[in-house]
Nanobody
Framework: QVQFVESGGGLVQPGGSLRLSCTAS????????IGWFRQAPGKEREGVSC????????YYADSVKGRFTISRDNAKNTVYLQMNSLKPEDTAVYYC????????????????WGRGTQVTVSS
């Protein structure tokens, strides 16, 4: 059975940290580009960070550069998003997704999605 599950979300105070995980079962993430996306209420879904399966190159949205880090552990079939110095504007549902090939970190290139995990940054 193919599954793709995000975890690690929650409530955190501004300035705090969270690490999101995205774990696949039933298929290997080794050959997929992986993206983290988020959607806040009333806003469009946006690409937060993506990582290539071919050379490990990464992309970060300007709003998260220097604060978020994407990484992958192929042995654990898991991709992580380390989020530091969180701000209230980071509040959103975060999704991970896979693509055979994604030339850009845009959701139109990604075709298999997890159900999302809520991140709330509030004091």
């Amino acid at each position: 059975q193919v599954q793709f599950v995000e975890s690690g979300g929650g409530l955190v105070q501004p300035g705090g940290s969270l690490r999101l995980s995205c774990t696949a079962s039933g298929f290997s993430l080794d050959y997929y580009d992986i993206g983290w996306f988020r959607q806040a209420p009333g806003k469009e879904r946006e690409g937060v960070s993506c990582i290539s399966s071919r050379d490990g190159s990464t992309y970060y949205a300007d709003s998260v550069k220097g604060r978020f880090t994407i990484s992958r552990d192929n042995a654990k079939n898991t991709v992580y998003l380390q989020m530091n110095s969180l701000k209230p504007e980071d509040t959103a549902v975060y999704y991970c997704a896979t693509a055979r090939w994604a030339p850009e970190c845009q959701d139109i290139y990604y075709d298999y999605w997890g159900r999302g995990t809520q991140v709330t940054v509030s004091s």
